[in-house]
């Protein structure tokens, strides 16, 4: 069974840091692209970042360009997201994803249950 | 960026009624749209990928349709557990993005 477990997140204060791990099984994870996707209380989703199946590549959306890093570890079978400098306006549950083909990579099928992230002082 | 907008923000309908939730991207997206199903407190669920293929396992009764700019959700004839929140994405181009999304109420 293809399974998402994201970790780390909790309470921090604004300019401060968080890393996030997502541990990933059931699945070849070098396979895939991999994701993160946000929701903030009571909004809707809102695509952050992704990396390449061999971390060659990453994109991230404007709102945290500069601020999160994405990575992974094929062989940990694990995604990250270091979150540095958080604002406010970063809380909301994270979520990693999986595309549901290794082509298509902007479509998701498995995610993980989400961890809450909360900026606040 | 491409811009997704959905209507309505709300629907309320009873059960056995046809649904229909709409999605038009800014640009064109040729093919490249995608609906997914959020319940509250889970994550979403990949319902329909490249506007018109089921993804397996989601009840038949649900179907896409659309292309270029404009996209349709049907749900033929709603059952209790179809009441949720329904976002259609774009997957055409970089970054991905998501319509603010549909609620399906109960009447």
């Known amino acids: 069974q293809e399974q998402l477990e994201e970790s780390g997140g909790g309470l921090v204060k604004p300019g401060g840091s968080l890393r996030l791990s997502c541990e990933a099984s059931?699945?070849?994870?070098?396979?895939?692209?991999l994701s993160w996707i946000r929701q903030a209380p009571g909004k809707g989703l809102e695509w952050i970042s992704y990396?390449?199946?061999?971390?060659?590549?990453?994109s991230y959306a404007d709102s945290v360009k500069g601020r999160f890093t994405i990575s992974r570890d094929n062989v940990k079978k694990s995604l990250y997201l270091q979150m540095d400098n958080l604002r406010a306006e970063d809380t909301a549950v994270y979520y990693c994803?999986?595309?549901?083909?290794?082509?298509?990579?902007?479509?998701?099928?498995?995610w993980g249950q989400g961890t809450l992230v909360t900026v606040s002082s | 960026d491409i811009q997704m907008t959905q209507s309505p923000s709300s629907l309320s309908a009873s059960v056995g009624d046809r649904a229909t939730i709409t999605c038009r991207a800014s640009?064109?997206?040729?093919?490249?749209l995608n609906w997914y199903q959020q319940k509250p407190g889970k994550a979403p669920n990949l319902l329909i990928y490249?506007?018109?293929s089921l993804q397996n396992g989601v009840p038949s009764r649900f179907s896409g349709s659309g292309s270029g700019t404009d996209f349709t959700l049907t749900i033929s004839s709603l059952q209790p557990e179809d009441f949720a929140t329904y976002y259609c994405?774009?997957?055409?181009?970089?970054?991905?993005?998501f319509g603010q999304g549909t609620r399906l109420e109960i009447k």
């Open positions: 994803a999986r595309p549901h083909s290794s082509v298509r990579f902007m479509e998701w099928l498995t």
């Open positions: 059931g699945f070849v994870f070098g396979d895939y692209y």
């Open positions: 990396i390449s199946t061999s971390s060659t590549f990453t």
């Open positions: 640009q064109s997206i040729t093919g490249y």
């Open positions: 490249a506007t018109s």
């Open positions: 994405q774009q997957s055409y181009s970089s970054p991905p993005t």
